[in-house]
């Protein structure tokens, strides 16, 4: 299993340190900015031992998935706009998976035909079930309404005033993790991915994003996209938060990309966290 970047991170200034085994990509990422390293780095690993998730959450590691982190530079980024970039991570991630996910294993016998070059970003991204990846607010990735992949961001404020934020990534690519409280899926077997090839696929797309994002100044195009590749828009949501349960309509998301809820009597809430439910399970939360 060899990771590589795509040509337009290496032209971009990207750079990767694989491995074998790590405990957590996001720890090492970290661990590399205190040292000096200001990215942007990916950060890659064959087998992950200590996962993290949300909240303080274990991140179930299967072997054969993709657990990469990357450590970006928000040098001239306003403070405000850092947690952002998961937007921006996000639209990223679901365009890579689209991207690779395009071909399903063909009938035994005969061969696949490559994909098509991935359209510009903005663009929808074409191919054969690209509906059925759709970003769940804050982090998620759905495959057919099911849990496929998740991204946490990080921040550690360094000695000299500096700021290292590191974005991690974990896909379901080989496998999806048994005895978890929410339906997980994977990418295999329907559709023939590996780890590298999405990495691959992850970092060109990430370049895309981050230009349009632009140090958190167009933060609004980035928010537009989140918002077309969406899942639940329009649809009843709950959000279970630490103090209440909110109801009511998935509006939007906002400017600085908190959920916005159309309650029942017509007043807006927004949601900076919580637990998100959709459909049926909004009305049972």
């Known amino acids: 299993m060899t990771f590589r970047l795509s040509p337009a991170a290496r032209l971009d200034g990207h750079r990767l340190h694989s491995h074998d085994r790590l405990g957590s990509t996001n720890t090492e990422a970290l661990a590399r900015a205190r040292d000096g390293e200001t990215g942007p780095l990916w950060v890659a690993t064959r087998v992950q031992e ?16 993709l657990f990469a982190s990357l450590l970006w530079p928000v040098q001239g980024v306003a403070p405000e706009m850092v947690a952002t970039l998961g937007f921006v991570a996000g639209v990223a991630l679901v ?3 689209r991207d690779v996910a395009r071909v399903s294993p063909p ?3 005969e061969a696949a035909v490559p994909s098509a070059p991935p359209p510009p970003l ?3 991204a074409r191919g054969r079930g690209q509906e059925a990846f759709r970003l769940k607010w804050p982090n998620d990735v759905l495959m057919d309404g099911q849990k496929l992949a998740g991204i946490l961001l990080e921040a550690e404020q360094l000695p000299g005033g500096r700021r290292a934020v590191v974005i991690g990534f974990g896909v379901n690519v080989a496998a999806a993790p048994d005895d978890l409280p929410y339906p997980a899926a994977a990418l295999r077997p329907a559709h023939a991915v590996d780890a590298p090839i999405l990495l691959e696929s992850l970092t060109e797309r990430f370049v895309e994003a981050a230009r349009i994002w632009n140090k958190g100044r167009g933060f609004q195009n980035i928010r537009q996209l989140w918002l077309e590749r969406a899942a639940g828009v329009g649809a009843p949501v709950s959000v279970r938060t630490a ?7 998935f509006d939007t998301i906002d400017e600085g990309g908190r959920l916005v809820i159309l309650a029942p ?3 807006r809430r927004t949601v900076t966290a919580g637990e998100v439910h959709f459909g049926r ?3 049972a939360a």
């Open 122 to 124: 903005p663009l929808p």
């Open 50 to 65: 200590a996962g993290r998730g949300r909240r303080g959450n274990v991140w179930q590691s299967p072997e054969g998935n």
């Open 281 to 283: 399970a909004a009305t």
């Open 95 to 97: 365009d890579a998976i």
């Open 107 to 109: 009938p035994c016998g």
């Open 265 to 267: 009597d017509g007043t």
């Open 243 to 249: 103090e209440t349960v909110l109801s009511g309509t």
